[in-house]
């Protein structure tokens, strides 16, 4: 333990400063300072306040003119001008600044929140020093996150798998059992590593269907996203080819649809309306209209798993350096909200120019 950094700061039992010669210890849950012989007196920590809140201790700056907060609310006062904060002394006996000495800093391992000086965690006893400069780059949307974010707050890319895969199981089908699964395990020849880089945000939810498509040989899983707008799920998960069909198809599924708006609209003639035949294409068309979309909803995740393991496999062979496969996998797979913009604007393009040609030929 540095015992510097305790130097002149009160013992939270006897208010006495600490000196270099005391035998100095600390709470083990909050890090408050004692003389060794006082924690025994008190028998336990004496902060309560900050077991309550469940922050930690930190010390009080010195100043000649301030007044210190207790030692026992664990708070720092801050300094009240530039050349106050200039005045901090460092372990060292020498001056840091303010924003050097208060800043707050967290362990890259277990988020504890450490000292700008510590070389080494207080809970975990991660090593500091090396982790501390390390910036914590999104692979995907390219965004420095803070040292101690598993997830990116952008876009839910995983930082770091490790931790990632290691934070709670995957839920969400049987057979998984509730098993923790690592980075590099295998699924059909790809890691689940290469497959999270691939999927992005969002990843917990597909690896475990991703899983149940390998061992189990089942190509069905249910997607509501893909279920109510299939002409738009699959551009968005970059699937343009059945994107494109799923596009086509729901324009055709959708003509009646287009010749009841218009008749309702007084734009074309009302005599379908009483029809029987266009009634029957009307309920045959909503039919095929829900098959399809339910079929969509079914094997939406299978395409995907299908295509995800096509690319990464590619990807793999054409890359041998591993931080640029990484890369390329992230690009090649995520989503594309360009992809759903392109295909509404098609579909309502299209929409329009049925109902024009509709309207021009005026159908009785």
Same mark, same amino acid.
């Given at each position: 333990m540095a015992k510097e950094k305790y130097i002149g700061q009160q013992c939270a039992s006897c208010r006495a400063p600490f000196n270099k010669n005391d035998d100095i210890v600390v709470c083990p849950d909050c890090g408050t300072p004692y003389h060794r012989d006082c924690y025994k007196n008190e028998g336990k920590c004496i902060n309560t306040l900050l077991h309550e809140t469940g922050e930690e201790w930190?010390?009080?700056?010195?100043?000649?003119?301030?007044t210190a907060t207790p030692i026992a609310s664990g708070i720092a006062t801050s +300094? !009240?001008?530039?050349?106050?904060?200039? =005045?901090? +002394? !460092?372990?060292?006996?020498?001056?840091? =600044?303010?924003?050097?000495?208060?800043?707050k800093h967290y362990c890259p391992i277990c988020n504890n929140e450490t000292?700008?000086?510590?070389?080494?965690?207080?809970?975990?006893?991660?090593?500091?020093?090396?982790?501390?400069n390390q910036?914590?780059?999104?692979?995907?949307?390219?965004?420095?996150?803070?040292?101690?974010?598993?997830?990116?707050?952008?876009?839910?890319?995983p930082l770091d798998m490790e931790k990632a895969t290691s934070q709670g199981?995957?839920?969400?089908?049987?057979?998984?059992?509730?098993?923790?699964?690592?980075?590099?395990?295998?699924?059909d020849g790809n890691t689940i590593d290469e497959y999270t880089h691939y999927v992005g945000g969002k990843f917990f939810s597909f690896i475990p269907k991703f899983l149940k498509f390998s061992k189990q040989g089942n190509k069905t899983s249910f997607n509501v996203w893909a279920f109510f707008f299939p002409q738009f799920y699959f551009f968005y998960r970059k699937m343009n080819g059945i994107g494109a069909a799923s596009l086509i198809i729901t324009i055709l599924l959708s003509v009646p649809s287009v010749f009841e708006y218009l008749m309702s609209a007084g734009l074309i003639s009302n005599a379908l309306a009483n029809n029987q035949a266009f009634?029957?294409?009307?309920?045959?068309?909503?039919?095929?209209?829900?098959?399809?979309?339910?079929?969509?909803?079914?094997?939406?995740?299978?395409?995907y798993y299908s295509k995800a393991k096509k690319d990464i496999g590619k990807i793999k062979k054409d890359t041998v350096n591993n931080e640029v496969r990484k890369l390329a996998i992230s690009s090649k797979g995520g989503t594309s909200w360009i992809g759903v913009l392109v295909a509404s604007t098609i579909m309502v393009i299209v929409n329009i120019a049925i109902m024009m040609l509709i309207t021009a030929l005026n159908v009785m």
């Open positions: 930190k010390p009080v700056l010195p100043h000649n003119e301030q +300094p !009240n001008s530039d050349s106050e904060a200039k =005045s901090a +002394p !460092n372990e060292h006996g020498g001056v840091s =600044s303010y924003q050097e000495e208060y800043t000292n700008h000086n510590d070389a080494f965690c207080s809970k975990c006893g991660a090593k500091l020093s090396e982790n501390r910036k914590n780059i999104c692979p995907v949307c390219q965004l420095e996150n803070k040292p101690f974010e598993v997830f990116c707050v952008r876009c839910g890319a199981a995957f839920f969400g089908m049987p057979f998984i059992n509730a098993q923790q699964f690592k980075p590099e395990s295998d699924i009634i029957n294409i009307v309920m045959i068309f909503y039919l095929l209209s829900m098959v399809f979309k339910f079929a969509c909803g079914l094997f939406a995740d299978w395409f």
